[in-house]
């Protein structure tokens, strides 16, 4: 039932490549976000986006970029990965109405960078 | 945005009930209360929100005091499969943060 898809699940690049993590919801939400989280540790926020055309960096300075051309798709890009690149990136989407808010996260894509 | 508090760490045992509680004393008039399950690498699940007093679904249930400066988690007859990070958020849907949360561990 999954409403946000995340591309590739699990990834190994070697240093320096160039990468593209994708992330696409199907709700229609406006607000996106991308997390680092290494095991066992905090989820981190790198960037986030209100809609088309809006993206913000988050806590965590990151080397990574995002783009919005469409409300459905939020891609994260590295110009070239390294090592430290190496972590888990969770992709979501919050909701807000009436009834309160929330926050639908994909299933995360596992990095390596050897 | 409030700032919450929760324990790091708590252990539990198959069959009891297990409660988390989250502080969050400069909690705003808008502000929701939400918990976040997650799983080793998978992103966190929502699994309950409420505003003031208490809060039941078929996962929970979330009491909060009168002064909503804090709420606590109930999860009944918990099993292995409860292992997990617990978060707390509070906030008006622009909060973002998730915190360190609560890792549960339940045993056999």
């Known amino acids: 039932e999954a409403d946000i898809y995340q591309t590739p699940r699990y990834l190994v690049i070697g240093t320096g490549k160039k990468i593209t993590l994708e992330c696409s919801q199907t709700m229609g939400h406006d607000k996106m976000y991308w997390y680092q989280q290494d095991p066992g540790m905090e989820l981190h926020l790198i960037h986030y986006s209100y809609g088309v055309n809006s993206t913000e960096k988050g806590d965590l300075s990151s080397e990574s970029t995002v783009s919005r051309i469409r409300t459905e798709h939020f891609p994260l890009t590295l110009e070239s990965a390294r090592p430290s690149h190496t972590s888990q990136y969770l992709c979501?989407?919050?909701?807000?109405?009436?009834?309160?808010?929330?926050?639908?996260f994909g299933s995360g894509t596992r990095l390596t960078v050897v | 945005l409030a700032k919450t508090t929760q324990p790091i760490s708590m252990d539990s045992y198959e069959g009891q009930e297990v409660n988390i509680t989250c502080s969050h004393n400069?909690?705003?008039?808008?502000?929701?209360i939400t918990w976040y399950q997650q799983f080793p690498s998978q992103g966190p699940r929502f699994i309950i929100q409420g505003y003031k007093t208490k809060v039941t679904n078929e996962v929970a249930s979330l009491f909060i005091p009168a002064d909503r400066k804090s709420s606590t988690l109930s999860l009944p007859r918990v099993s292995l499969s409860d292992t997990a990070v617990y978060y707390c958020l509070v906030g008006d849907g622009d909060d973002m943060r998730f915190g360190a949360g609560t890792r549960l561990t339940v045993k056999p």
């Open positions: 979501a989407t919050s909701w807000t109405g009436s009834r309160g808010y929330g926050y639908t």
């Open positions: 400069n909690i705003a008039t808008n502000d929701y």
